[in-house]
């Protein structure tokens, strides 16, 4: 069973910066891409930023220029760095893996971590 631990949430004023990372372990399988999402109460989740294994990467248009996604592929992690934040950006992030299994792909979740961005 995969399992994700998410850390580096917290609160913060707007125009300041935060990190986020998530580590994947229980993986027999390659994850083919990791990324992180985030969900408002009563609302859809919805993708912040995502990477592959070969660090092609995709973001939300709510955040270009203003995060970047890693991935640090021998220790299975992905970050997030988090500049400029607003207090739109205050909401629970989801640190999300993608495991390659047989030609499926598997998701999993991490517990959620809450951003705060006060104004």
């Known amino acids: 069973q995969v399992q994700l631990v998410e850390s580096g949430g917290g609160l913060v004023q707007a125009g300041g910066s935060l990190g986020l990372s998530c580590v994947a372990s229980?993986?027999?399988?390659?994850?083919?891409?990791m990324g992180w999402y985030r969900q408002a109460p009563g609302k859809q989740r919805e993708l912040v930023a995502r990477?592959?294994?070969?660090?092609?990467?995709d973001y939300a248009d709510s955040v270009k220029g203003r995060f970047t996604i890693s991935r640090d592929n021998a220790k299975n992690t992905v970050y997030l760095q988090m500049n400029s934040l607003k207090p739109d950006d205050t909401v629970v992030y989801y640190c999300?893996?993608?495991?390659?299994?047989?030609?499926?792909?598997?998701?999993?979740w991490g517990q959620g971590t809450q951003v705060t961005v006060s104004t």
């Open positions: 999300n893996a993608a495991v390659l299994c047989i030609q499926n792909e598997y998701d999993y």
């Open positions: 229980g993986s027999s399988y390659p994850i083919a891409t």
């Open positions: 990477i592959t294994s070969m660090s092609n990467t």
